[in-house]
């Protein structure tokens, strides 16, 4: 029933920018906490960013000053504005909530 479409992704060169989305349906998500996950070629899926139902957010430590999670609960949008990026964000990013997985975006950071 909950559908999560990721999209944003792109090629960047080193220290460029982009901002991903995350389109969620198939329930309300105001109540529950929503992530930013990414799997790099060769590596397990790893954590990157949590928005809290209530307002908080908590960071991987690679992600700390330069990606800022941010939903809209108005449109079941979650966003990931990712600054600063370093080819070792080079990463399929997933959106995650209540136990579900969409399809992620590629992100590519590379001169």
């Known amino acids: 029933q909950v559908q999560l479409v990721e999209s944003g992704g792109g090629l960047v060169q080193p220290g460029g920018s982009l901002r991903l989305s995350c389109a969620a349906s198939?329930?309300?998500?105001?109540?529950?906490?929503m992530g930013w996950y990414r799997q790099a070629p060769g590596k397990g899926r790893e954590f990157v960013a949590i928005s809290g139902y209530l307002g908080t957010t908590l960071y991987s430590d690679s992600a700390k000053g330069r990606f800022t999670i941010s939903r809209d609960n108005a449109t079941n949008t979650l966003y990931l504005q990712v600054n600063n990026l370093k080819p070792e964000d080079t990463a399929i990013y997933y959106c995650?909530?209540?136990?579900?997985w969409g399809q992620g975006t590629q992100v590519t950071v590379s001169s």
């Open positions: 198939g329930r309300t998500f105001s109540d529950v906490n």
């Open positions: 995650g909530v209540l136990q579900c």
